[in-house]
């Protein structure tokens, strides 16, 4: 899929999909969609559909860090107190490390 | 684990290699008035121009004939050398996947009594000849089976069941994305001894497997298309190397590549029926299929077979709103030319890439160390430049799988058996050639 070739109101149809799809826990297609879409929101000369692309752009951009925060927060909070939790670490465990901790 | 069928059958149509075909334009006279402008400006000048429309296909290589047929042959090899370089990173990358999680990753390489059912005769037999029995007779059912579900596919894609081969193609590509995925990530964390917990797994594999359907199935940067491509590749090949026995594995890649070219090239084979039957109707073949080395696009003229070209989203729905979408994006006759310059690239099947991860895969798992790896790399490189050489000469569809296999099997053995023990005696002796 070029981007290059598509009209203008395709790319912002796009953009829009891309951006309510990552309201379905998929932090990583607001990636996709803040790399895909970054050189035509703010690099491109302006035209009609741009600045409704460009407040996709960033809203999935504070999207995807807000959900890098929690779960950078959640993995070191597990990572850190999973053996102090006893059952309840192992019953969160999806692998669970072997030896002395 | 028993893999469904939905894996088996996907490989089948998939060892193809396809020259991104211009379609459809009859044989090209310059005084007609018929052509599409696009291709007399795109004949007339540049080179590299060319190098697209006319190396490619019959249709535009007709009209060709015009020009000196020096160029000609010029034009074809530079069409192939680029195309080759194109080919070759995806090819490198699905090998290189495979080989790292072979070596670093100790469950694709442990020793399980579980089998696929389609391979039940079991190799730990007493006797050398019962093995080899054994491993022939997996082989035979084995390739059966993919017959049968080729044949079966052809059938459904002759009479129009769309709907039917879509499903199944998504079920396929969502097993192999969540199950598979799944699974794999699961053995890496093992092999480091990862404490991880599920929901940041859940959020990891269900992100990965989403964003996947979505690229594959829809609409996607080409690139990460690409990517998740080779991802899927490396990980049918993983399950392979795992579930196929050893002496089973070398005789169905042997009895694949035979397989591969009998179906390919015979009149009545089903990959060929397969591929003219997509051409004959200007339609791409099916997304999770084949794997696309560039962005064709439209230049947009009144020509029916643009459908074809639009891109590597070779699904039938993203079909039809490709085809939708061409109205719109038509200017005729305003591109510049350097519009026409769009590269078409060069299409590879997916089972092409299985394949050869496989051969590979297997000689890293137990070859003996990483000259049977490397050589078996080589070869099978080598057997895809001469593939895509011939592709550039004859201009239709031809199957990869059998000079790289071939190269890659003579290989592996010539090296374990002969160049393996002589190193090593040299080594021991100290004696350097």
Redesign the interface.
């Known amino acids: 899929m070029n981007l290059e070739r598509l009209p203008n109101e395709e790319k912002l149809s796009l953009c829009r999909k891309y951006y309510l799809g990552g309201f379905a826990f998929l932090p990583f297609l607001w990636l996709v969609n803040v790399v895909w879409f970054f050189k035509e929101a703010f690099v491109k000369p302006d035209y009609t559909e741009q600045m409704q692309i460009k407040t996709y752009v960033k809203r999935s951009a504070l999207g995807l860090l807000l959900w890098v925060t929690v779960l950078t927060t959640w993995i070191t909070i597990f990572q850190r107190f999973r053996a102090e939790w006893g059952e309840v670490g192992d019953y969160l465990s999806f692998t669970i490390p072997l030896g002395i901790p | 684990m028993n893999a469904s069928d939905s894996d088996e059958d996907s490989y089948n149509e998939r060892t193809a290699l396809v020259p991104s075909e211009n379609p459809a334009i009859p044989s090209y006279t310059p005084d007609s008035d018929l052509d599409p402008p696009v291709d007399t400006p795109s004949k007339r000048s540049g080179v590299s121009r060319r190098a697209g429309p006319v190396a490619v296909d019959g249709g535009g290589g007709g009209g060709s004939d015009q020009e000196a047929d020096a160029d000609d042959e010029e034009l074809t090899l530079k069409y192939g050398a680029k195309h080759v370089i194109m080919l070759f990173i995806p090819v490198t990358l699905c090998m290189v996947v495979v080989v790292a999680t072979i070596k670093s990753v100790g469950f694709y390489t442990e020793k399980t009594d579980q089998q696929l059912i389609y391979t039940p005769f079991t190799e730990n037999t007493a006797s050398v000849g019962r093995r080899l029995l054994n491993s022939v007779l997996n082989t035979i059912i084995m390739i059966s089976v993919i017959v049968v579900m080729t044949i079966f596919l052809v059938v459904l894609y002759k009479y129009r069941c769309y709907k039917f081969i879509h499903g199944w193609l998504i079920l396929s590509s969502l097993m192999l994305l969540f199950w598979f995925s799944f699974m794999y990530l699961?053995e890496v964390?093992?092999t480091y001894?990862?404490?991880?917990?599920?929901?940041?797994?859940g959020?990891i594999i269900?992100?990965?497997g989403?964003?996947g359907m979505?690229c594959i199935h829809w609409?996607?940067?080409?690139q990460?298309?690409q990517a998740y491509l080779i991802l899927i590749s490396a990980l049918m090949a993983l399950v392979f190397i795992k579930y196929l026995p050893e002496w089973s594995a070398w005789v169905i890649l042997g009895a694949i590549s035979v397989y591969d070219l009998v179906a390919v090239l015979s009149p009545k084979g089903p990959l060929r029926m397969l591929v003219e039957t997509a051409q004959e109707r200007n339609e791409p073949i099916f997304p999770a299929l084949i794997y696309s080395s560039a962005?064709m696009?439209t230049v947009g003229m009144a020509s029916p077979a643009d459908a074809q070209r639009s891109?590597?989203?070779t699904d039938e729905e993203a079909e039809q709103s490709s085809r939708g979408?061409e109205p719109?994006?038509r200017q005729p006759r305003s591109f510049t030319e350097d519009d026409l310059e769009e590269d078409r690239g060069v299409k590879l099947g997916l089972g092409d890439f299985i394949f050869y991860s496989v051969l590979v895969g297997k000689a890293a798992a137990t070859g003996g160390d990483w000259n049977t790896t490397l050589a078996c790399f080589v070869a099978i490189l080598i057997g895809l430049c001469l593939t895509l050489l011939l592709l550039a000469i004859f201009k239709k569809a031809l199957p990869a799988l059998p000079i790289s296999i071939t190269f890659g099997l003579v290989f592996y053995f010539s090296t374990d058996f002969l160049v393996q023990p002589f190193m090593d005696n040299l080594a021991d002796h100290q004696f350097y050639i």
């Open positions: 699961g964390f093992k001894n990862l404490a991880v917990d599920y929901p940041t797994v959020v269900w992100n990965f989403a964003v979505i609409k996607g940067p080409l990460l298309q962005m696009w891109g590597q989203e979408a719109e994006n």
